[in-house]
């Protein structure tokens, strides 16, 4: 069964910087592409970024172009999320998943716990 275990959120005033991590175990990490995903309160949880194997060409919604990067590092079967000039409109829960399709639907029916991210304004 895979396990998703997302860390690194926190509170943090506007303009500041988080680097957000997932581990993946039970499957073979480097199979997938990857994403991340943010559900902020009261609203629908939506993809917000996700980086390809082996080309790992990445994609972003345009609200964070710019500011938010991904990475991956198969060897720790762990996805990053650098996030830059946050603000107020970044506070979410974020979250993992591996992601398939052209729109990039999340692939695994289970989640990790999240981690939230909180930016003051």
């Known amino acids: 069964q895979v396990q998703l275990v997302e860390s690194g959120g926190g509170l943090v005033q506007a303009g500041g910087s988080l680097r957000l991590s997932c581990v993946v175990s039970?499957?073979?990490?480097?199979?997938?592409?990857m994403g991340w995903f943010r559900q902020a309160p009261g609203k629908e949880r939506e993809f917000v970024a996700a980086i390809m194997w082996p080309a790992a060409s990445t994609y972003y919604v345009d609200s964070v172009k710019g500011r938010f990067t991904i990475s991956r590092d198969n060897a720790k079967n762990t996805v990053y999320l650098q996030m830059n000039t946050l603000k107020p409109e970044d506070t979410a829960v974020y979250y993992c998943?591996?992601?398939?399709?052209?729109?990039?639907?999340?692939?695994?029916?289970?989640w990790g716990q999240g981690t939230q991210v909180t930016v003051s304004s």
């Open positions: 039970g499957r073979i990490f480097s199979n997938y592409a």
């Open positions: 998943n591996a992601v398939y399709g052209s729109n990039y639907y999340p692939l695994f029916d289970s």
